[in-house]
């Protein structure tokens, strides 16, 4: 028999009172504080042999990516299957998108089989809040373009916090390609609501016009920037996203903002290292950072990856028609 979790127990729907997770933005510090907390239930749940519970049971989850993905679709998937969903993966491959359908029409569809919940990745920035105003049921954002990505800064959080044992008072350097990026995005504004400091570190070419309004400090030595910093996160160069060179190559690239143990040095020593995947090595990072556990945290990301997305599913489980409060739904 399937148990129902601990979590179920101590929802409390005043503490997420949202429908959808679009974004960070227009979350308060507390909405983000029961999220992580929740998170951390799951964490131990997820630890222990029978990790299911029956929170969204009779429910139907459907994973629709128009972008390629690996940790975040598979997180998605298991996370729903944990929590005792039906759950269905649709990519734009193999799909009526491919015949020229569009995104609404897509939705319309879906939205008639009756899911209840959509975890939807789209190119475009701006296509996941559209599509949500045209369903009936709760839609996450698993990353719009160079957006959001709310689930990645939200297990960035919890990956965070259980290292440190606080957000508030870090400084927290993100380095790399800062205009493609949505990770970077969400992850400011998480960072902000919580009480940490950011600094970004990138080329001029790879910062976002305005970049200093974000409530960040904006560095391109990244010598510099990493002076003193509790937390170092790397990212990808988002080529998908580049029209035209934005570096002049790789290596050079690497010589200048490449995180390898000499640039590490100018952070605090127990400078933690993190990554949203998927690394590019000897571009972004080098290779053997990436795999020392001393510093890196990359694995433990995406450990916190599948407990956030059931702590998010839990949490928006709370707002779904027909939910039964302490009814292990
Ligand atoms: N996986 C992250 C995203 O989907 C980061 C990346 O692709 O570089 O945005």
Redesign the pocket.
Known sequence: MIAPAPAAKAASPERYPHRDLLGIEGLTAEQIAYLLDKSETYVAQNRQVDKRSAILRGRTLVNLFF?S?T??RTSFELAGKRLGADVINMSAEGSSIKKGETLIDTAMTLNAMHPDVLVV?HQESGAVALLSKKVSCAVINA?DGSHE?PT?ALLDAVTIRRRKGKIRGLLVAICGDILH???ARSNIQLLNIMGARVRVIAPPTLIPAGASQMGVEVHHDMRKGLAGCDVVMM??L?SERMQGSFVPSVSEYFHFYGLDYEKLEYAKPDAMVMH???MNRGVEIDTEIADDISRSAIAEQVEMGVAVRMAVLDALSERLPNFVPGNGN
Do not use: I, K, M
């Open positions: 972008e993905s940790r975040t990745r990353g990505h990645q990026s949505r990770v990212l990808r988002q949203p995947g998927p």
